[in-house]
C-alpha cells in the first residue's frame, strides 16, 4: 500500500489532507516523495517559526536530547525554568503553565479564571464570554468556548459556563454580566480559524476598559498570533492590552509540542499544588527548542516580519481578483473571487503550498521567509487569483 492508502486506511478519518507527501523540507522549501519542491506559506499551520529543519534550533533540540529527553514535572529542569523567565520577562506576566498544545494552553486559562473569580467573586461566576467567530480549541471545554456553533453540534452536551458575544458591541457585555456575574472575557486579537479578522483596535480599548472597570479578567488567546507571528511578541502587544492571562502553542517551540499559560499579577497564584498538571507538559526538549526560539525573535526579526508584511499587502491590495486583504504581520487572509479551496488546490500544482481560513486563502509563511520565495509565492496566487 502507498503511504496515502496506508493513511486513509488506519488514521482516524478528521483531516482532509491534500494530495502532498511531504518527506522533508529546509527553511520555507519542501519536499515531495517525488522529489517536487514546494514554497511552504503555511508552516505548519503557524508552528515551523524559522522553517523546517532550521540549523539552530535543530542544534538546540539535539543538545538538549543528548542530555535527557524527558524527566516528569516531579524534577527541575533548566529548560524549563528559563522559558518561564524568559517568557514572564519579555511579557511582564508572572508564572508560566506549560503543556502540550493550544487548547491544553486554553483549558488552563479557563480553569485559573474559574478558581480566582470563584474566590474572589463568589461560587456562582464562574461564566466566560468568548466571542462569536472565535476558535480555541477541540476538546469539550475549548469547543464550548468557541464561538462557533457548527463545531459544537455533534457533541453535546459541552461543558457549562460559556457565552458568546458579538465583538464591537460593549453593551452586550454589560447585559450578559447584568443576567450572570462574569469570570472572564476571552479574546483572540485577530481570529485565525475563524477567517484572519483582525479586533478593532477601538472595541479591544473599549473591552479592556470595560473588563477592569467590572472586576472581569481579560484572558488572550495568542495560540496562533502569538511568538512573533503578527509583528510583536504577542499580537496583544499591537493593541497596547494588558491581559490577565495568555495561553500560547503552536510556533513557541518552532515545531515540537509546547504550550504555554502566562498567569498575571491577579492569578499568578490562583493555580496550587495538585490544582494542575501535565505529564508532558514542559519537558525539556520542547523547552529547549522554545528557548531557541524566543531568543530569535527580538527587535530586528519583528520589524521584518512587519516589513514583509507591508510587502504582501502591496502586492496583493486590489490586485486583480483579489476581493479583500485582512490580517497583521505574518498572519493574512485573502479573500479571493475564486473560492479559496479551488486557488489553494490550483497554487499547489504550481508550487506553493497555502492555507485556507473559512472563505479566505491564509498564509503563515515561516517568519524569516526569504524575501524572494515569499515575493515567489505571492506572484503565484496573484496569478491563480487573475485566472
Ligand atoms: N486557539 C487558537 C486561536 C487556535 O488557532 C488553535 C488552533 O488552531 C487552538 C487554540 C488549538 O490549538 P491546538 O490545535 O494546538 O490544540
Given at each position: 500500500m502507498s503511504i496515502r492508502e496506508l493513511d486513509q486506511k488506519y488514521v482516524a478519518n478528521t483531516y482532509r489532507r491534500f494530495p502532498v507527501e511531504i518527506v522533508s523540507g529546509k527553511g520555507s522549501v519542501l519536499c515531495d516523495t517525488d522529489g517536487r519542491e514546494y514554497i511552504d506559506m503555511g508552516s505548519g499551520i503557524a508552528v515551523t517559526s524559522f522553517g523546517a529543519a532550521d540549523d539552530e534550533w535543530q542544534r538546540a533540540v539535539i543538545e538538549q536530547i543528548g542530555k535527557v529527553q524527558h524527566t516528569s514535572n516531579l524534577y527541575y529542569t533548566e529548560p524549563c525554568a528559563k522559558l518561564a523567565e524568559a517568557l514572564c520577562t519579555r511579557t511582564g506576566m508572572k508564572k508560566v503553565f506549560f503543556s502540550n498544545s493550544g487548547a491544553e494552553a486554553n483549558e488552563c486559562m479557563i480553569k485559573a479564571a474559574r478558581k480566582w473569580a470563584a474566590e474572589n467573586?463568589?461560587?456562582d461566576c464562574f461564566t466566560i464570554a468568548t466571542l462569536t467567530g472565535s476558535f480555541h480549541g477541540r476538546t469539550i471545554t475549548t469547543l464550548a468556548a468557541t464561538g462557533q456553533a457548527h463545531y459544537h453540534e455533534l457533541f453535546q452536551p459541552l461543558t457549562p459556563g460559556f457565552i458568546s458575544v458579538d465583538a464591537g458591541n460593549i453593551a452586550v457585555l454589560d447585559k450578559a454580566d447584568a443576567e450572570t456575574p462574569l469570570a472572564a472575557v476571552m479574546i483572540e486579537c485577530i481570529q485565525g480559524e475563524g477567517g484572519v479578522i483582525p479586533l478593532d483596535p477601538d472595541y479591544a480599548k473599549a473591552l479592556s476598559a470595560w473588563t477592569a472597570e467590572h472586576n472581569v479578567l481579560l484572558l488572550v488567546d495568542e495560540v496562533q498570533t502569538g511568538n512573533g507571528r503578527c509583528?510583536?511578541?504577542?499580537?496583544?502587544m499591537n493593541y497596547g492590552l494588558c491581559p490577565d492571562a495568555v495561553s500560547t502553542a503552536k510556533g513557541l517551540a518552532g515545531g515540537l509540542p509546547l504550550g504555554a499559560t502566562m498567569l498575571g499579577e491577579r492569578l499568578e497564584s490562583v493555580l496550587g499544588y495538585g490544582d494542575h498538571g501535565s505529564t508532558f507538559g514542559g519537558n525539556p526538549v520542547s523547552c529547549a527548542a522554545a528557548l531557541n526560539i524566543l531568543s530569535r525573535i527580538d527587535e530586528d526579526l519583528l520589524a521584518d516580519v512587519r516589513r514583509k508584511s507591508r510587502m504582501v499587502f502591496e502586492m496583493l491590495d486590489g490586485a486583480p481578483g483579489v476581493e479583500a486583504v485582512s490580517g497583521m504581520g505574518l498572519m493574512i487572509g485573502v479573500r479571493c473571487k475564486k473560492p479559496a479551496g479551488e486557488i489553494v488546490a490550483k497554487c499547489i500544482e504550481r508550487g506553493v503550498l497555502f492555507l485556507t481560513a473559512k472563505d479566505k486563502v491564509r498564509l503563515l509563511p515561516a517568519l524569516n521567509i526569504p524575501d524572494e520565495l515569499l515575493i515567489k509565492a505571492v506572484n503565484v496566487l496573484r496569478e491563480t487569483a487573475a485566472e
Open positions: 467573586k463568589g461560587p509583528g510583536a511578541l504577542y499580537a496583544y
